[in-house]
């Protein structure tokens, strides 16, 4: 009930008839009517049970009781104002903590540059990103223990696809396996030669087998790892060829030869959150960066 009857308005007219030292520059500092001060005045020291003020000619004087409350009201508007402040950066996206997901070969090698940029202009905003593949990506954005997904192949229907944004496949060869002068590869010249494929039942693997079917081609299938990473390191060190996105190899981590081929194998990769749930404002503003910065990486790296 004390609680109820004491208004945080009240305690700014009481804080600010103090420290002004008048009711008049009290009413002119808040824009009400020095009535309206005197009535907070009044309601205040009705709320707490204390008398507040004495008069001591035509001035307000605080009691020893008053001294003391206002001690106590100076700190609680404080916290007041420094919730108000973080209220505000909040809203503006400035602050928060934002938890990611993302498949290997995203967040291996494209979400490092892109969450670096982001972050050294949002200092104030704390970012997880977990590695994870597909299916594990989905239960934990089920579960809501992430906030957004960046995961590739057909999205569940019950999850919002914010942006999606094509792969960039090439063909990658040791140093020196294919003539300079070969621009483009056609997969039916490779048949036979050692491939290095990702595991089966990832997306990547079974978009790939589903290319290689509707054109009735086939490959000879070496070896299989879970990564696009280890098989770029394995094609470096002599071990095959192999069809990998082209951002693994973009900044010459690797040393071999790129090359398109043909027919392009279509590959995307998809921004995805859960369509029920409210999304926190620096997960808001996080993905309407993403959403730019995804839209440049739409033509060849």
């Known amino acids: 009930m004390f609680r109820d009857q004491m208004s945080i308005r009240a305690l700014e007219a009481f804080h600010a008839v103090v420290t002004l030292g008048s009711v ?33 000619g035509r001035r307000l004087v605080l009691t020893e009781d008053g001294q003391v409350f206002f001690n106590d009201v100076s700190s609680a508007l404080n916290v007041l104002s420094g919730l108000q402040a973080s209220a505000k950066s909040i809203r503006s996206a ?11 070969v995203v967040a291996d090698h494209i979400l ?12 104030d905003i704390g970012i997880s990103l977990e590695v994870v593949e597909l299916h594990r990506a989905i239960n934990l954005l089920d579960a809501g223990s992430i906030d957004i997904a960046i995961l590739s192949g057909s999205p569940p229907d019950h999850f919002k696809v914010h942006a999606a944004f094509p792969g960039n496949t090439v063909l990658v060869a040791p140093p020196g396996h294919f003539e300079e002068e070969q621009a483009k590869i056609s997969l ?21 087998d589903q290319h290689l079917a ?25 071990a095959g060829i192999s069809i990998l996105d082209r ?17 392009p194998l279509q590959w995307s990769f998809q921004l ?6 409210i999304l926190s404002t620096a997960a808001e503003h996080l993905i309407e960066f993403l959403q730019i910065q995804f839209a440049r990486q739409t033509g060849p790296q």
């Open 272 to 277: 995805l959150t859960r369509k029920t749930g």
């Open 24 to 56: 008049a520059a009290a009413a002119e500092q808040l824009h009400v009517t020095q009535p309206a001060v005197s009535h907070m005045l009044k309601s205040l020291a009705d709320a707490t049970g204390l008398t507040l003020f004495r008069k001591q």
């Open 94 to 104: 400035r602050t928060g903590n934002v938890r990611l997901g993302a498949i290997p």
């Open 214 to 238: 509707a054109h009735n081609l086939s490959l000879n299938i070496r070896a299989q790892f879970r990564t696009q990473s280890a098989i770029a390191g394995l094609v470096a060190a002599g």
């Open 112 to 123: 490092p540059d892109l969450l670096g940029c982001y972050m050294k202009n949002n200092s």
């Open 188 to 208: 039916s010249d490779i048949q036979e030669a050692p491939f290095i494929a990702l595991s089966a039942g990832s997306p990547f693997r079974y978009a790939l």
């Open 247 to 263: 951002s693994v190899v973009a900044k010459r981590r690797f040393d071999v030869q790129v090359l398109e081929f043909g027919p």
